[in-house]
């Protein structure tokens, strides 16, 4: 909820994008999608301080003030782009390893399917949600959060992932603003190869855990070991089991590998098709 007559909440412009600046709120994303019903154009909302923040399967948390990036990204693809909305997640996770490998020398990869690693650990995830006016799509939402500070996770219980900082990866960020507008920049020209094949391309080589056999859940609850391969166009993976199966994975997540396999299955899930 926006703190309303808030002298810091002011709109700004960064890289082409006008960015309402947010002293406080719970979710950007929630505050992006009131604000897309009232404000022409593609903008991004942008919270110095966001206590209710969510992430995938609805999960809440509370980002440590001042330790990390949140925004929300507010885009309206134009008709070329339309076919390829699956990609609007990697779309922002290529642009932060982008700028993260391009300006601050870090390794980053993609978690499948939407979050930025540095050595193997979270640095940042990203929230991706369509809205849809009947069949017409309307917009797409971005969020997207940055690890700066280890402050930004420590307060966040169990983590089912490992966590990094830019901080801890030796990076230090003195202007949240200008990171931001870097990364928008970014992201202004990843888009322009959204639905291409060096997009696609790119997306593979940044494709983390490639060839390593990693415990993932899929949403039915059932966890096994499957060894990433590639990404297709419409988002899916290829992955392949113990057995030396392929199959296409559409909606699953990776979990920590050093949890412990006790609860692994290694038998073909019937949901899953072979490619």
């Not at 002011?10 to 600046?21: D, K, Y």
């Not at 507008?181 to 322009?192: A, C, F, K, Y």
Request: glycine share 8%; hydrophobic share 40%; with cysteine.
């Amino acid at each position: 909820m926006i703190a309303e007559n808030d002298p810091e909440n002011m709109w700004i412009n960064l890289a082409g994008f006008e960015v309402l600046v947010l002293a406080e709120t719970g979710s950007t994303n929630d505050d992006a999608k009131i604000f897309s019903e009232q404000v022409d154009g593609e903008f991004a909302v942008w919270a110095k301080f966001q206590n209710a923040g969510r992430g995938r399967e609805n999960r809440h948390w509370q980002a440590a003030q001042g330790c990390s990036l949140t925004f929300s990204l507010v885009l309206r693809p134009g008709e070329n782009e339309i076919a390829f909305i699956n990609q609007f997640t990697a779309l922002g996770a290529l642009a932060l390893a982008d700028l993260l490998s391009s300006t601050y020398g870090l390794p980053a990869e993609i978690k499948w399917p939407n979050d930025v690693l540095i050595h193997g650990k979270k640095v940042s995830g990203i929230l991706t949600e369509i809205i849809w006016s009947g069949s017409s799509l309307e917009s797409i939402i971005l969020g997207i959060g940055v690890n700066f500070k280890s402050e930004a996770f420590i307060q966040a219980g169990e983590l089912r992932f490992p966590a990094t900082s830019l901080e801890a990866e030796g990076v230090e960020i003195d202007s949240l603003q200008d990171f931001l507008e870097q990364l928008l920049t970014s992201l202004r020209q990843r888009r322009q190869q959204l639905g291409s094949a060096q997009f696609l391309e790119d997306w593979n080589q940044k494709l983390a855990f490639r060839n390593q056999f990693m415990p993932i859940t899929q949403y039915q609850g059932k966890t096994e070991m499957l060894c990433p391969g590639s990404i297709n166009t419409d988002g899916s993976l290829n992955a392949r089991d113990q057995a030396g199966e392929w199959r296409v994975v559409y909606s699953s997540e990776f979990s920590d590998p050093s949890a412990g396999s006790s609860s692994l299955s290694t038998s073909s899930s019937e949901e899953s098709s072979s490619s």
